[in-house]
């Protein structure tokens, strides 16, 4: 294969090859309308539209280019369909209405929803992608052409590297193949790296590189077919990038229900697809010249003698998680951080919550609550409820017998040692929760209390936030897991209390991490015991701080939301944390972080200074949340939410407001000084006793 190393004068218009490769960029007129109205008056069917990494474009007939939108993109070129993707730097229009309220929110995430293409379930999802280079160009006058070169192309879950090479054509004859799954698609890229070397001693290096956004492979995906793309080389010089070439990328999709790779009948057929080349070649009928490509696998050293396999595996995926994570152009010093991250605590403290003013009066409901929450806070062991603030009068007990946590759950709550079901604790795996089922005579229900975080295992089961398929919607894998292993560990055990204490209700409890694990229970225990709720057995949640757990269309279905209750308290961080949130977040910091080092801000009074800084960042804030497409995870359920306000009557004792509130308006990362002050048990407690007393109160006066 020979390389096309014309060079085009960035001064001088051109017109595209016959081939349709991407040319040099050409700064022209720009556009006043949306690039999405331009979109819809392109042919779509047009062979001379390309899409730039920085600007879209037409070539018109004359040979000049007419720029759509000065707004950086990643380029999609599929046969006969032009497909424009969201790069990470988000859209800004500045003629968004400056009174965004909770609309905006709910706005943003129900289109979101609307706009998940892929019916959902593992099968439709590939487990791996197939990456061949078919074609590269690079810019003769930038770059040598008898020097040796080389490539690296990475995804967060595996990386390869070619030998450094003059030719480039032994290099292309590689197919690389990566592992894939629902994640990837939603948040993954693909970054191919160019390096060349050009000293004695064979100094690496970058040439220049591709960022490609694996959700523009959507579509290929729903029609299980080839994806074929062209995209600029592009090499930064400080703030200016520039491009070097372009190269012609193939994917294709292996499915779960396929024949593996390492069969020969489904290698061959594999091959002949990836070097399918639109009849100019012809296809490959053989694959003696071409080589397929495993990702290594990655070892922890010491620590796979050390761990369980099941931690092992848990720690790999977190750090994939967090390579996909920081690997988006995070690029700042921690001071740099910290200033970023002082100034947005300001900036939300003047900020207010949502509120949606549906107040919740119901007393008997609110005392369940305040109830249930009690075994959510034991769960959490003896110490951990003397900590929070209770059973002071078993902490001289405890410290002398045996067994203490169990004995305590006994003495507070008055059951004995035969009402006890299971009691799984001590559990030092990641996504194997730490449980108590027992049974509570005073409601005549079985308790399913699943315990916080309080381990590094609980930790890492917190943050496996891997996108899942499930039930034609998508969790959190690290949540679902534990849920799962509880049910199919202890569904017999539940089945047989029932039964022999002939209870009425089966209510299942927790805190924090444990709250999402409850969630997700009740939903698996729904569906696998349909003949205990015929028979009138009722199955509920009672959960506190949930973290997100799932999709919209799963958190909001009705029978979800009636089953399955809420409880967030204020300013408490945790409901708001899920991986799209925390992309949203990473992208406002940044943001922040370039505004600081902005020298006109200097020239400026300090007074002045600081309300330009907060009118910029609000500005951004609302324009990031009207423009997001990333995937949130959502709390399924009723949300009730606990927070203060101003009594009119007497401002210096405000009063505390339980309202019905809607899972939209906890997808925003808010930092407030008391955001993790506000997740503890005990403050729930507390504020659920003020509505309570203050409901009391009022009911009593009328």
Not at 110 to 129: C, T, V
Not at 554 to 565: F, G, P, Q, R, V
Request: charged content about 25%.
């Amino acid at each position: 294969m020979e390389l096309n190393e014309e060079i085009y004068d960035e001064n001088v218009p051109t017109k595209p090859n016959d081939s349709g490769s991407l040319l040099q960029n050409i700064p022209t007129e720009q556009t006043e309308s949306r690039l999405s109205t331009e979109c819809k008056s392109i042919n779509s069917t047009s062979s001379n539209v390309q899409i730039n990494s920085r600007r879209l474009y037409k070539i018109e007939n004359s040979g000049n280019r007419t720029t759509l939108q000065q707004n950086r993109y990643a380029i999609k070129i599929a046969t006969e369909s032009l497909v424009v993707e969201q790069n990470d730097t988000p859209i800004i229009n500045s003629t968004v209405d400056n009174n965004v309220g909770s609309e905006l929110y709910l706005d943003a995430s129900r289109e979101q929803a609307k706009e998940n293409l892929i019916q959902l379930s593992k099968d439709s999802i590939p487990d791996q992608i197939l990456v061949q280079i078919k074609s590269l160009q690079f810019d003769s006058d930038r770059i040598k052409t008898r020097v040796k070169k080389s490539i690296r192309l990475v995804t967060q879950y595996a990386s390869h590297n070619t030998k450094p090479d003059i030719s480039l054509e032994s290099q292309m004859r590689n197919i690389f193949l990566f592992p894939f799954n629902y994640h990837s698609l939603v948040f993954g890229t693909l970054k191919l790296y160019f390096y060349y070397y050009e000293s004695l001693l064979n100094t690496k290096k970058r040439l220049g590189y591709i960022i490609i956004q694996l959700s523009s492979l959507k579509q290929a995906i729903l029609n299980q077919a080839e994806f074929e793309g062209t995209f600029p080389i592009e090499h930064h010089a400080l703030l200016h990038p520039f491009e070097v070439g372009t190269a012609q990328i193939i994917i294709n999709f292996h499915f779960p229900k396929e024949l593996p790779l390492n069969s020969d009948i489904q290698r061959r057929s594999i091959f002949m697809i990836s070097h399918r080349t639109n009849g100019i070649e012809g296809v490959h009928k053989t694959n003696e010249n071409f080589n397929l490509i495993y990702p290594e696998t990655k070892s922890l050293s010491i620590l796979d003698f050390m761990l369980s396999k099941k931690n092992v595996d848990a720690i790999k995926e977190f750090v994939s998680i967090c390579q996909g994570f920081f690997g988006h152009g995070w690029k700042m010093t921690k001071l740099e951080f910290m200033k970023a991250y002082i100034l947005l605590e300001k900036y939300y403290d003047q900020k207010q919550n949502h509120f949606t003013g549906n107040l919740i009066e119901d007393v008997d409901k609110l005392k369940k609550a305040k109830y249930y929450l009690k075994f959510s806070i034991v769960s959490y062991g003896s110490f951990m409820f003397n900590v929070f603030g209770y059973g002071y009068s078993l902490a001289p007990k405890n410290a002398m017998r045996m067994k203490s946590d169990r004995k305590t759950v006994q003495d507070y709550f008055g059951i004995s040692k035969n009402d006890i079901i299971c009691w799984e604790f001590g559990k030092m795996t990641a996504t194997i929760p730490n449980y108590m089922i027992i049974r509570d005579p005073k409601s005549n229900s079985i308790i399913i209390s699943i315990r916080g975080t309080l381990n590094l295992a609980d930790v890492i089961t917190d943050v496996l936030a891997y996108y899942e398929p499930w039930r034609g919607g998508f969790v959190h894998r690290g949540m679902l897991r534990s849920a799962q292993y509880l049910v199919k560990n202890s569904l017999k055990d539940i089945r047989s209390a029932v039964k022999k204490f002939k209870v009425n209700s089966i209510q299942v409890i927790g805190h924090s991490l444990g709250a999402s694990v409850s969630c997700l229970v009740t939903m698996l225990l729904r569906k696998r015991c349909k003949d205990l709720i015929a028979k009138g057995i009722d199955i509920h949640a009672w959960n506190f701080g949930t973290p997100p757990c799932c999709s919209l269309d799963l958190a909001c279905k009705n029978e979800t939301m009636s089953y399955i209750d809420n409880f967030v308290n204020e300013n408490d961080i945790v409901p708001r944390l899920s991986y799209g949130s925390l992309i949203d977040f990473r992208e406002l910091v940044k943001f922040v972080a370039n505004e600081l080092k902005n020298g006109d801000y200097k020239k400026m009074p300090s007074k002045d200074k600081h309300s330009t800084l907060m009118s910029s960042i609000d500005e951004y804030y609302k324009n990031l949340k009207s423009n997001s497409r990333e995937q949130k995870l959502y709390i399924p359920g009723t949300v009730h939410y606990l927070y203060k306000k101003r009594n009119p009557s007497n401002p210096l004792l405000p009063e505390v407001l339980c309202e019905k509130s809607t899972q939209e308006l906890f997808i925003d990362i808010t930092l407030r000084k008391n955001f993790i002050l506000h997740h503890l048990p005990e403050k729930y407690d507390k504020k659920l006793g003020k509505v309570i007393k203050r409901l009391v109160k009022h009911s009593k006066s009328d």
